[in-house]
T-cell receptor, first 116, second 111 residues
């Protein structure tokens, strides 16, 4: 199993450009997440999905969009990139067990994005 | 109320010593408290987790201590090793499985 894969690993964007960060998982997990990680700030949830066709906003959704057409893929779209979106972006997936709060999230290697 | 406060920001421990990282929360609706470990250039990975109805959980050299009345929990790493050098994040889970993360602690174990 490849686990959670993300592409690209690095990207430099100019202000106002758009791009899509790709995320895929091969573990048949129903939950998927997008986080951004800024130095000294921990991880902030951008969007999450509980299954194909279902997405919801997290703490910091402004400037981003997602879609979930299949169980495996969960792309993150940045429209009109701004310097404030310079960050490391992590995709994660999980399969919470019914009846309990346990929910191990499995993370991809991250995408380092710089907006200049 | 949705915050998880983590301290210290950074920590240096001698090899063989005990590393202690603390977290505090306000929201009593949190029902699951994991700790994640992150090495440079990698995504976080689950290290150990605890439910609020348990006061302590131990897995090898790693122990979570949980104080429900004080709304605090901590990670103890016994016999700390250079390979434990990483950034550690505490987190707390809401009923919909969303995680609220602490800011992280960069741990350095000196040989």
């Amino acid at each position: 199993n490849a686990g959670v894969t993300q592409t690209p690993k690095f990207r430099i964007l100019k202000i106002g450009q758009s791009m899509t960060l790709q995320c895929a998982q091969d573990m048949n997990h129903n939950y998927m997440y997008w986080y951004r990680q800024d130095p000294g700030m921990g991880l902030k949830l951008i969007y999450y999905s509980v299954g194909a066709g279902i997405t919801d906003k997290g703490e910091v959704p402004n400037g981003y969009n997602v879609s979930r057409s299949t169980t495996e893929d969960f792309p993150l779209r940045l429209e009109l990139a701004a310097p404030s979106q310079t960050s490391v972006y992590f995709c994660a997936s999980s399969y919470p067990l019914a009846g309990g709060p346990e929910n191990e999230q499995f993370f991809g290697p991250g995408t380092r994005l710089t907006v200049l | 109320q949705q915050q998880v406060k983590q301290s210290p920001q950074s920590l240096i421990v001698q090899k063989g010593g005990i590393s202690i990282i603390n977290c505090a929360y306000e929201n009593t609706a949190f029902d699951y408290f994991p700790w994640y470990q992150q090495f440079p250039g990698k995504g976080p990975a689950l290290l150990i987790a605890i439910r609020p109805d348990v006061s302590e959980k131990k897995e090898g050299r790693f122990t979570i201590s949980f104080n429900k009345s004080a709304k605090q929990f901590s990670l103890h790493i016994m016999d700390s090793q250079p390979g434990d050098s990483a950034t550690y994040f505490c987190a707390a889970s809401l009923i919909n499985y969303q995680l609220i993360w602490g800011a992280g602690t960069k741990l350095i174990i000196k040989p």
